[in-house]
């Protein structure tokens, strides 16, 4: 089992929650080793009984500071260390619930991008079982990037959603070829053009859960904007189910119907898949919510560690190789 190196300093409920959640990965067999200051990390160790390495890091780069900035000025900041450690192979991944700018920082300029990648990309798989790319990390993109994330999507996947072939589709304004700004329409033709993925054309998103793609290709403004409206919908639609369903009349079949309510809250739970892939780098990176509870962060850790094991990077790269200058 490949090592996933994990910020332990990184979040708004780290250290505590950072470790017990990689206490508990542990326990289900993944190889975790800790960053971040052990004078504070031990004892919380020893509370829950766990004896995981640790690599000693003395900074933490919060998230007001500039990621830029931090990358020279706080070296020893455990992000940048976790971020060393997968660069000197001593770990295969790294995950952080910190500061998302610093961890694209030391994703991209400590682990180093894959040969040919422009930007890297952040990858999220939708509770609809699509991934969406990019969710954030490039707010402004040329065509040509796009391309980029449709073959970086399609490798995320082939991997989480077990897919040979991912249908992948350009969020757009409506369906037809020639909507959209520039952007779209020039990367619709790179798309059509493209050998190494399985193009079906723009989609919307209301396209989201009605088997039209496997992968959505945006840039990361709108793909931030979807993902949130996504998350704020599911969550109000729940409530409000659960309000209606408080009427005397339905009672009983609400009792009957609450293992079917308690799956459709997990499903829609995003500490459930635990965290989205920072892709295009040489390493595997899971960026997890700066909220993460400690089973939000076993299971960023068990993401990292099935995207090691399953060769995302590998994929990314053949992709991009196959798919010329």
């Known amino acids: 089992m490949a090592r996933i190196a994990v910020d332990a300093m990184g979040g708004d409920h780290a250290p505590l ?9 542990s326990r289900h067999g993944i190889d975790v080793v800790l960053v971040g200051d052990e004078a504070v990390i031990r004892p919380i160790l020893d509370r829950f009984d766990a004896d995981l390495p640790i690599v000693h890091a003395g900074e933490v780069i919060d998230m007001h500071q500039d990621p830029s900035r931090a990358l020279r000025e706080k070296r020893d900041a455990s992000v940048l260390v976790a971020a060393r450690l997968v660069d000197d192979g001593l770990a295969a991944g790294l995950v952080s619930a910190g500061s998302t700018g610093a961890t694209l920082v030391a994703g991209a300029f400590i682990i180093g991008r894959l040969a040919g990648v422009s930007r890297p990309a952040i990858a999220s798989i939708f509770p609809t ?3 969406v790319v990019d969710i954030g990390a490039n707010l402004e993109v040329r065509p040509e990037h796009l391309v980029q994330f449709a073959i970086m999507g399609s490798a995320v996947a082939q991997v989480y959603l077990d897919l040979d072939e991912p249908r992948v589709g350009l969020l757009n304004i409506g369906e037809e070829p020639g909507k959209g700004r520039p952007l779209e329409r020039v990367a619709f033709e790179l798309l059509e053009k493209a050998e190494t993925i399985h193009f079906v054309g723009n989609v919307e998103g209301r396209d989201l859960g009605r088997d039209t793609a496997d992968v959505f290709v945006t840039d990361g403004y709108t793909g ?5 409206t996504g998350e704020g919908t599911a969550r109000a639609i729940y409530r409000m189910l659960l309000e209606a369903l408080q009427a005397d009349e339905y009672q009983g079949a609400l009792a009957t119907l609450s293992p079917a309510f308690i799956e459709l809250r997990e499903r829609i739970d995003p500490e459930t898949t635990g965290g989205a892939h920072l892709v295009g780098t040489e390493g595997v990176v899971v960026i997890a ?7 939000a962060v076993d299971n960023a850790i068990r993401m990292a560690a099935e995207g090691v094991d399953r060769g995302l990077v590998e994929r990314i790269a053949n992709g991009l190789d196959g798919a010329g200058p």
């Open 289 to 295: 919510h700066g909220g993460s509870s400690h089973r």
């Open 17 to 25: 929650e950072i470790v017990r959640g990689s206490v508990d990965a």
């Open 129 to 131: 079982r699509e991934v």
């Open 224 to 228: 931030n904007i979807l993902l949130k």
